[in-house]
C-alpha cells in the first residue's frame, strides 16, 4: 500500500480560520463555551465536515459527532476529537489542534478514496475547558456517565444562564440520547501545553498519565465595618478572609506533605467599598496532584479543617 500522508498545509489553514473566531489582539483565542462565538465555530466546523462526507449527529448536552461510514457501519467506530471551547485567554491550538487533525485525516482518506472497515467519527465535546461552566470536561463526562445530564444541563454560569438555555440559544441542543453511541477506540492529538517537549527537542510524546484536580467553593462570613476607628483585634473580619484561608490552605500543604500545586481563584468580596471591612468573601481554591490517594487525602484535610475553622468562627 502506498504511504498516504495528510496535507499539512490544509491543517494550518483549517486552524487559522478557526481561529480568528474569537481571535483576541495578543494572537490567541477568546471562545467561550456556548457563546455565540463557541456557535459560531461549531457551525464552521459542521459545514467542513459536511462538505467532507460526513453525517452529523448532536446529543442531549451538545457533543458533535461527525461521521464517515465505513465498509461495515455495524462495527463501533474508530473516534478522535477534542473541543473547540477556549480558556479566557486561550490559545489557537488547544483542543482545536485535536478537532482539525481529526477532520483533516477524512480529507485525506477522501482524497486518496481510502474505505475504512470501521466508521470514523471526530468529535467535539461540550465545554471541556470549563470557563463558563462548571465542571470541566462536561460534555465528556455527561457522555461516560460521570455526570447526569438533568443536572448538567441546570448548571449556570456567573450571569445566571443554564448549560440548557446556552445550548438553545446556539441551535446546538441536541436530541440524540447522550452516552448512546459505541465507542470501538478513542484517540485524542493534543498540544503538550507545556516546555517540556520543546526543551527536549522531541516532537512528539505519549501521555502516560493525568492530574487530579479538586476545587472548593468557599464562602467566608463575618461583619461589615467601617475601617477607620475598628481595631483589627475586634473585627469580626479581623483580616482578610482569602488571607486567613491561604494561611490555613499552606498549613494544610505542610500537615498532609504533598507536593501539590494550589491556587485561589474568582475572589469576590462584598460589599466592596475603600474604608469598610467586607462582611462576606467567596472564592475557589483549587488543588491539582499526580496521585489519587493524595488527592483524596487532601478533600479530608480540607473539609476538616474548613470545619474546625467554621466552628471556632461561630463559637466567637
Same mark, same amino acid.
Given at each position: 500500500? +502506498?504511504?498516504?500522508?495528510?496535507?499539512?498545509?490544509?491543517?494550518?489553514?483549517?486552524?487559522?480560520?478557526?481561529?480568528?473566531?474569537?481571535?483576541?489582539?495578543?494572537?490567541?483565542?477568546?471562545?467561550?463555551?456556548?457563546?455565540?462565538?463557541?456557535?459560531?465555530?461549531?457551525?464552521?466546523?459542521?459545514?467542513?465536515?459536511?462538505?467532507?462526507?460526513?453525517?452529523?449527529?448532536?446529543?442531549?448536552?451538545?457533543?458533535? %459527532?461527525?461521521?464517515?461510514?465505513?465498509?461495515?457501519?455495524?462495527?463501533?467506530?474508530?473516534?478522535?476529537?477534542?473541543?473547540?471551547?477556549?480558556?479566557?485567554?486561550?490559545?489557537?491550538?488547544?483542543?482545536?489542534?485535536?478537532?482539525?487533525?481529526?477532520?483533516?485525516?477524512?480529507?485525506?482518506?477522501?482524497?486518496?478514496?481510502i474505505e475504512t472497515q470501521a466508521p470514523i467519527e471526530v468529535v467535539v465535546w461540550t465545554n471541556e475547558?470549563?470557563?463558563?461552566?462548571?465542571?470541566?470536561?462536561?460534555?465528556?463526562?455527561?457522555?461516560?456517565?460521570? %455526570?447526569?445530564?438533568?443536572?448538567?444541563?441546570?448548571?449556570?454560569?456567573?450571569?445566571?444562564?443554564?448549560?440548557?438555555?446556552?445550548?438553545?440559544?446556539?441551535?446546538?441542543?441536541?436530541?440524540?440520547? +447522550?452516552?448512546?453511541?459505541?465507542?470501538?477506540?478513542? %484517540?485524542?492529538?493534543?498540544?503538550?501545553?507545556?516546555?517540556?517537549?520543546?526543551?527536549?527537542?522531541?516532537?512528539?510524546?505519549?501521555?502516560?498519565?493525568?492530574?487530579?484536580?479538586?476545587?472548593?467553593?468557599?464562602?467566608?462570613?463575618?461583619?461589615?465595618?467601617?475601617?477607620?476607628?475598628?481595631?483589627?483585634?475586634?473585627?469580626?473580619?479581623?483580616?482578610?478572609?482569602?488571607?486567613?484561608?491561604?494561611?490555613?490552605?499552606?498549613?494544610?500543604?505542610?500537615?498532609?506533605?504533598?507536593?501539590?500545586?494550589?491556587?485561589?481563584?474568582?475572589?469576590?468580596?462584598?460589599?466592596?467599598?475603600a474604608t469598610s471591612f467586607p462582611a462576606r468573601c467567596d472564592f475557589r481554591w483549587i488543588c491539582v496532584?499526580?496521585?489519587?490517594?493524595?488527592?483524596?487525602?487532601?478533600k479530608a484535610r480540607c473539609r476538616r479543617r474548613a470545619s474546625d475553622w467554621r466552628r471556632r468562627q461561630?463559637?466567637?
Amino acid at each position: 500500500m +502506498t504511504a498516504v500522508s495528510i496535507d499539512p498545509e490544509r491543517l494550518w489553514q483549517s486552524l487559522m480560520e478557526l481561529a480568528r473566531i474569537g481571535a483576541t489582539d495578543k494572537g490567541g483565542v477568546r471562545r467561550l463555551a456556548l457563546t455565540s462565538l463557541d456557535g459560531e465555530a461549531r457551525d464552521l466546523f459542521t459545514r467542513w465536515c459536511r462538505q467532507a462526507g460526513c453525517s452529523i449527529a448532536i446529543d442531549g448536552i451538545g457533543n458533535i %459527532f461527525a461521521r464517515r461510514a465505513g465498509c461495515d457501519n455495524a462495527l463501533p467506530p474508530i473516534v478522535t476529537g477534542s473541543h473547540i471551547d477556549t480558556q479566557p485567554s486561550g490559545g489557537k491550538f488547544d483542543g482545536n489542534y485535536g478537532v482539525m487533525s481529526g477532520l483533516e485525516v477524512i480529507r485525506t482518506l477522501n482524497d486518496h478514496k481510502i474505505e475504512t472497515q470501521a466508521p470514523i467519527e471526530v468529535v467535539v465535546w461540550t465545554n471541556e475547558e470549563g470557563s463558563r461552566f462548571t465542571p470541566v470536561m462536561m460534555g465528556s463526562g455527561v457522555f461516560a456517565g460521570a %455526570f447526569s445530564l438533568e443536572s448538567t444541563l441546570l448548571r449556570a454560569d456567573l450571569e445566571g444562564i443554564t448549560v440548557s438555555r446556552a445550548l438553545n440559544q446556539i441551535g446546538y441542543a441536541g436530541t440524540e440520547q +447522550t452516552g448512546s453511541r459505541p465507542v470501538g477506540a478513542y %484517540f485524542e492529538a493534543h498540544i503538550e501545553q507545556g516546555p517540556i517537549l520543546e526543551d527536549m527537542r522531541v516532537v512528539i510524546g505519549v501521555v502516560v498519565g493525568a492530574l487530579g484536580l479538586r476545587w472548593y467553593d468557599i464562602t467566608v462570613c463575618g461583619e461589615d465595618a467601617h475601617a477607620g476607628p475598628t481595631p483589627m483585634r475586634l473585627s469580626k473580619m479581623r483580616c482578610s478572609p482569602l488571607q486567613r484561608w491561604s494561611q490555613r490552605s499552606t498549613r494544610l500543604h505542610i500537615a498532609i506533605n504533598l507536593t501539590v500545586a494550589a491556587r485561589s481563584d474568582s475572589c469576590k468580596s462584598s460589599p466592596i467599598r475603600a474604608t469598610s471591612f467586607p462582611a462576606r468573601c467567596d472564592f475557589r481554591w483549587i488543588c491539582v496532584m499526580h496521585r489519587m490517594q493524595r488527592l483524596t487525602a487532601c478533600k479530608a484535610r480540607c473539609r476538616r479543617r474548613a470545619s474546625d475553622w467554621r466552628r471556632r468562627q461561630t463559637s466567637h
